[in-house]
């Protein structure tokens, strides 16, 4: 397989400034939708390449999903956005540092994390579920920060660091419970793909996720850092520049993996 390094002006046919580091990206048939870390959220046509809409709200904006509305958290709080206009129509104080976002039919998923400064970790989670009109349904707490959140069938998936590790799952009754993963290493981050999700590893492993049960692989000694799955493919980095693929081959790029795409 042949790799070339080229600068990204190359490829690039449409920059635009957000003002400060993009933090979330979300692309549709006719839209690019961007959020930075000061806050900026900006909608572009991108058949015209123009500036639909600008709305700032407190950043960094941490995720966001698209519906009939733009849901998306910001600091410590969830916000409802007119997907049209930009207008914000609701704002609900999570606490925190907010985290992941996930839409399910009529409700909401949000997690915000507690950091401690004094041990220099996140040492609790919440979980709340909204209605789509910002009412409060219920939360629930638990001690680990998740870094991936992803729905199967009519269930929430959260991989999770330590203490536990591992996945927690939340069914739609709201009863929770946790798993391990067969190396016992926490997740630190996921990716969703056509048969179900990817979680990589601090130990350099990943666990694949599907219907019909997981599977994990050990893929190098040091921590996942990028993941990209096309079709029935993925391909997976890690810190020391190490790429490895479903597909069999593995390379060695000497610098951390912060990203992969496929390009055709």
């Known amino acids: 397989m042949n790799m070339q390094i080229r600068p990204i002006e190359d490829l690039a046919s449409f920059v635009r400034d957000l003002g400060s580091e993009c ?8 839209f690019l939708l961007a ?8 909608l572009w046509d991108t058949n015209t390449g123009q500036e639909k809409w600008t709305t700032e ?4 904006i941490s995720d ?20 049209e206009n930009g207008a914000i129509e609701w704002s609900v104080d999570i606490g925190g ?18 950091y401690e400064i004094e041990v220099q970790d996140y040492t609790e989670t919440t979980f709340f579920i909204f209605d789509k009109g910002g009412k409060l ?20 998936i959260l991989g999770i660091g330590r203490p536990r590790c591992g996945i927690l ?12 993963t067969d190396r016992d290493s926490p997740v630190n981050m996921g990716i969703k793909t056509n048969n179900g999700f990817l979680l990589g590893h601090s130990n350099g492993s990943i666990t694949e996720i599907i219907d019909s049960g997981r599977k994990s692989i ?23 520049g190490n790429i490895f693929s479903s597909d069999g081959w593995r390379k060695k790029l000497g610098n951390r993996i912060n990203s992969i795409i496929e390009a055709k």
Not at 23 to 30: H, I, Q
Not at 57 to 60: A, K, S
């Open 23 to 30: 933090t979330t990206l979300n692309m549709g048939d006719n």
């Open 35 to 42: 959020g930075s870390k000061i806050g900026r959220i900006t």
């Open 57 to 60: 709200v407190e950043g960094p």
């Open 64 to 83: 966001l999903g698209i519906d009939e509305r733009i849901y998306l958290t910001a600091s410590a709080e969830l916000h409802a956005i007119d997907k």
């Open 97 to 114: 540092s907010s985290d992941m976002i996930e839409i399910n039919r009529e409700k909401i998923f949000v997690t915000s994390s507690l």
């Open 137 to 156: 349904i219920t939360n629930i707490d638990f001690e680990e920060k998740p870094w991936f959140m992803g729905k199967q069938n009519h269930k929430i």
């Open 169 to 180: 799952t939340i069914d739609d009754e709201y009863n929770i419970s946790h798993s391990k």
């Open 218 to 240: 050990q893929c190098g000694n040091d921590s996942i850092t990028a993941m990209n799955s096309v079709g029935l493919s993925w391909q997976v980095g890690d810190k020391n």
